[in-house]
């Protein structure tokens, strides 16, 4: 044994209890203070046995109620504890330990976690204003094609489920529909790829999906009184998919979520689904996307000698009488009357050849059945 300057024999009233960390035992101890920390079972003085030898650099404090000192040793097993409930020896033990608490949070510690919590924060919402916006921008247009059309094939299953299963296929309507669409696409530069449809609803509204797909619903043709008022609102949902608007929505909006899920290919499952219920039902266009699919449209119209104030018309047509209930193009097409004076603005004389015949336009309102109401 150690030559000792101190012992502290363990009290009847205040036992010293050790646990090894490796067995439940309970044991009753006496300390030594030596050079270190000498841990000795209980007993006659000429029986005590070293337990345990802790350098008291190693020595920490651990979590204890009040009225008892419980140490722990880095160097010892992890569950290793000594309970120390006499206050003499305590105080002896506390002195000779100068990095007890080395461990422990200070008020300095506190400030600093604080300092890296705050910036973590600040990090974050950075990451959220600028980061997944500028990583949207970036992506958008390198989404591959063949991963774009399962997204709009997997949404075009939703738009469907909530607006019609089939798309209206009067053969007439039909004709004169492709005549328009293709007139447009062809203005506008997108290739054949691009499929538009008309969708037995009431609801006046047009959309576009991933994957070169534009849908206008049977409710906006019924209350078109001209194919250049259709043609205009074709146009800006054509400039959505030139623009790739709804592609940088969907990383905007799904985040790294969907940024991960565009890794291992899962595109198609609930990635898509909940693309799809927002792009319909909730989502919306930012202010800057509205103004470039607006801009596409009146460069469109003018290309093809027509003017673009009639989509406007035909717009707050709508948004004025039914903008406040139901689903209406104004869900996720604002109109501002800054947009309308825009299109107003940039209303000219045709110089073009009309879009459809009058014939054709009547077969265009019949699309979905019914005489077609001019």
């Known amino acids: 044994?150690?030559?000792?300057?101190?012992?502290?024999?363990?009290?009847?009233?205040?036992?010293?209890?050790?646990?090894?960390?490796?067995?439940?035992?309970?044991?009753?101890?006496a300390l030594t203070f030596g050079d270190a920390l000498e841990i000795l079972e209980e007993g006659e003085a000429q029986d005590q046995q070293t337990i345990s030898r802790w350098a008291y650099a190693d020595i920490r404090r651990a979590d204890s109620p009040a009225g008892l000192l419980r140490l722990a040793c880095t160097s010892a097993a992890p569950l290793a504890r000594l309970e120390i409930r006499d206050a003499s020896v305590a105080a002896e033990l506390t002195a000779r330990c100068t990095r007890l608490d080395e461990h422990q949070t200070t008020r300095r510690g506190t400030i600093k976690i604080v300092g890296w919590s705050l910036a973590a924060a600040v990090s974050i919402v950075c990451v959220v204003l600028f980061g997944v916006p500028l990583a949207a921008d970036r992506l958008a247009p390198l989404v591959p094609k063949p991963i774009e059309r399962r997204i709009g094939d997997a949404a075009e299953v939703q738009m469907k489920t909530i607006f019609g299963r089939g798309a209206c296929d009067d053969p007439a309507g039909q004709a004169a529909f492709a005549k328009l669409v293709n007139r447009l696409r062809d203005v506008a530069g997108l290739d054949e790829s691009m499929t538009a449809a008309v969708l037995p609803t009431g609801v006046p509204n047009a959309f576009a999906l991933p994957g070169g797909k534009v849908f206008m619903l049977k409710g906006l043709l019924d209350k078109a009184q001209s194919p250049d008022e259709v043609a205009g609102i074709l146009a800006h949902e054509l400039g959505h998919l030139r623009h790739h608007?709804?592609?940088?929505?969907?990383?905007?909006?799904?985040?790294?979520?969907?940024?991960?899920?565009?890794?291992?290919?899962?595109?198609?499952?609930?990635?898509?689904?909940?693309?799809?219920?927002?792009?319909?039902?909730?989502?919306?266009?930012?202010?800057?996307?509205?103004?470039?699919?607006?801009t596409f449209a009146i460069e469109t119209m003018h290309a093809l000698g027509r003017s673009p104030k009639p989509a406007a018309e035909l717009m707050f047509r709508i948004t004025g009488k039914e903008g406040g209930s139901g689903?209406?193009?104004?869900?996720?097409?604002?109109?501002?009357?800054?947009?309308?004076?825009?299109?107003?603005?940039?209303d000219r004389p045709a110089s073009?050849?009309?879009?459809?015949?009058?014939?054709?336009?009547?077969?265009?309102?019949?699309i979905c059945g019914g005489s077609g109401k001019i």
């Open 245 to 294: 608007d709804n592609m940088r929505g969907l990383i905007y909006n799904g985040g790294t979520s969907f940024l991960i899920g565009l890794l291992f290919g899962d595109v198609t499952g609930s990635s898509a689904v909940i693309f799809a219920s927002r792009s319909v039902v909730e989502a919306s266009y930012s202010r800057e996307a509205e103004t470039g699919a607006d």
């Open 352 to 366: 073009g050849p009309p879009l459809l015949t009058d014939a054709e336009w009547h077969a265009l309102k019949g």
């Open 1 to 29: 044994m150690s030559d000792v300057s101190a012992e502290a024999a363990a009290q009847p009233g205040n036992p010293t209890i050790f646990f090894d960390g490796v067995s439940s035992r309970r044991r009753k101890v």
């Open 327 to 346: 689903f209406t193009i104004l869900s996720s097409h604002p109109l501002t009357e800054d947009r309308l004076a825009r299109m107003t603005k940039e």
